[in-house]
């Protein structure tokens, strides 16, 4: 059960991460218009556009007017406005927003679930033949960065073999429709998917197998082998639902991690998603677009923890019960 002293923390967390978001621009040395729009877009602006952002941020006021016009826009869901867009930053950031939500998000669904069972099947057969081959592979597969699995991943079945589609998330000339369109999505999906699940299942397997091997010499594993229970039964029931609950602690952590392995894998596959959204306000100096990017991924990572911490009380009952 999540208690007031938790929740208090994750609003302070959130307060803070709003606050550094107003605060960091302004603290850059010079007009604080250049250092949110960089000094090349200042030149290529008219001066009504200069005066409506002016207005916009409320820079011509005082500090604490501009602090308080900032929670006001906020509210009003108003991050500011990116000028190589030429729209609001919030309208760029939510057209891109769901397209990583749906590839970080059966990312790490899938690398948990696989890492979890992978890592429950090795620890219990610790050392024979599985759990020598899975650990040696796994600690083979950790050593390559996201990038490099997702270029791989393209080289062999996108250019040499041409099974699965090159870049993007759909095809936007074949006029597809209903079934057939989630079947074009699916199979754009599949490459930068399974990037980011071998890049992420290395963690979850190697903390369940380690977590396996020590649960089992618990004496509630000894007792329930005692009882004459199915091995099945003492695998999962007793001792797997024990040893996933470090990963589902780790889980908000990793999220941080997939939403920058997520940002290396959009720029390979050019996945439309928040990732090359970034990378392209990088390149063009979209600085509105990155900072609001940087907020909205807090935030989510925020959130993950925040429903990682409601689903372990759900796990482990005595959380609920902890003084």
Not at 59 to 83: H, I, M, T
Not at 262 to 274: H, Q, R, S, T
Request: net charge neutral.
């Amino acid at each position: 059960m999540l208690t007031k002293e938790n929740l208090t923390t994750y609003l302070i967390a959130l307060l803070i991460i709003l606050a550094l978001n107003f605060f960091l621009p302004r603290m850059m040395p010079g007009d604080p218009l250049m250092a949110i729009y960089g000094d090349e877009a200042l030149v290529q602006m008219s001066p009504q556009l200069k005066a409506e952002l002016m207005e916009r941020f409320a820079l011509d006021q005082s500090f604490g007017e501009q602090f308080v016009s900032y929670w006001a826009a906020l509210f009003r869901g108003d991050l500011g406005y990116s000028y190589s867009y030429n729209a609001p930053v919030i309208e760029v950031i939510l057209g891109r927003l769901p397209w990583t939500l749906l590839l970080a998000g059966l990312a790490l669904i899938f690398s948990t679930m696989f890492g979890i069972l992978l890592g429950i099947e090795s620890g219990w057969r610790r050392g024979g033949r599985f759990d020598g081959g899975m650990l040696s592979g796994m600690v083979a597969l950790s050593g390559f960065p996201d990038f490099f699995l997702g270029i791989l991943l393209l080289l062999l079945f996108a250019v040499n073999l041409k099974v699965l589609p090159l870049f993007g998330v759909e095809d936007v000339y074949s006029g597809l429709t209903g079934f057939g369109h989630l079947i074009d999505i699916g199979k754009h999906l599949i490459l930068p998917l399974t990037a980011l699940i071998l890049a992420r299942i290395t963690a979850g397997y190697l903390l369940t197998r380690n977590t396996m091997i020590g649960v089992l010499k618990e004496p509630y594993i000894l007792l329930a082998r005692a009882k004459g229970l199915k091995p099945q039964a003492v695998k999962y029931r007793h001792a797997g639902r024990n040893s996933m609950l470090p990963v589902m602690t780790q889980t908000g952590i990793w999220m941080g991690l997939l939403v920058t392995g997520a940002l290396f894998i959009e720029v390979v596959f050019a996945y439309p998603g928040i990732g090359f959204l970034t990378y392209n306000a990088l390149t063009f100096r979209d600085y509105p677009v990155l900072q609001g990017v940087l907020l909205v991924s807090a935030v989510c990572v925020l959130g993950a923890n925040f429903i990682v911490d409601l689903l372990y009380a759900r796990a482990d009952p005595r959380v609920s019960h902890a003084r």
